[in-house]
């Protein structure tokens, strides 16, 4: 049987005992990588030429406890060693991650790794809407060279950005020289 229950701030629609309406959101998926290896140090560097910091969350207990960091130009922060099969889950509130001629944020581990998720996340958490990722000038290269030349990562086939709406360069040199690649988006 199907019926409506209705309060003062309250609509739901019920189909059975199933409710239809209000429907949780979806879980974030959040920027992942998960090591292929064993004591695998994941970093991640920041070679920008701009002064502020960049700032990041990451878990590596699935989500149930989050850590922060900033990082400045010119820094390298190691983030985590995991165990193979660990897991790192990363979201940012950052404008952009890169800038042209080779300068930006870039990942690097001892190890082999995938990544995995949404790589919007890196920039602005669980907002991954075209209106965000496409707004404003200073998008233009937001992801380039974010992996490029780190031959541990092999696998890139679950990674997402679901923006359609993509600035000019977004993702210039994403996986540039990453020579154990066999798997891309």
Known sequence: ASYFKVGSSDCKI?????????????????????????????TLSNNR????????SYSTDNGTTWSTF????????????????????MYGTNTTLGTAYNYGHYFRATGNY?????????????????TYIASGASRTNTFAQ?????????????????????????CNGLFRDCT?????P
Do not use: W
Not at 33 to 38: N, R, V, Y
Not at 49 to 56: I, K, L
Not at 118 to 126: K, R
Not at 149 to 168: C, F, M, R, V, Y
């Open 14 to 42: 019920y189909l059975g005992d199933t409710l239809l309406y209000p429907q949780e959101p979806p879980a974030p998926q959040y920027f992942t990588i998960t090591s292929l290896a064993a004591n695998n140090t994941i």
């Open 146 to 170: 974010l992996f490029s030349g780190d031959t541990h990562l092999t696998s890139a086939e679950n990674l997402k950005i679901s923006s359609t709406a993509l600035p000019q360069s977004c």
């Open 70 to 89: 900033s990082l400045s130009s010119g820094q390298t922060q190691t983030i985590a060693t995991l165990a193979n099969g660990g897991t790192l889950m």
């Open 49 to 56: 030429r701009q002064s502020s910091a960049s700032t990041f």
């Open 114 to 130: 995938e990544v995995s998720g949404e790589l919007s996340s890196l920039v602005n958490g669980s907002d991954v809407t075209d």
């Open 180 to 184: 154990s690649l066999v798997k891309a």
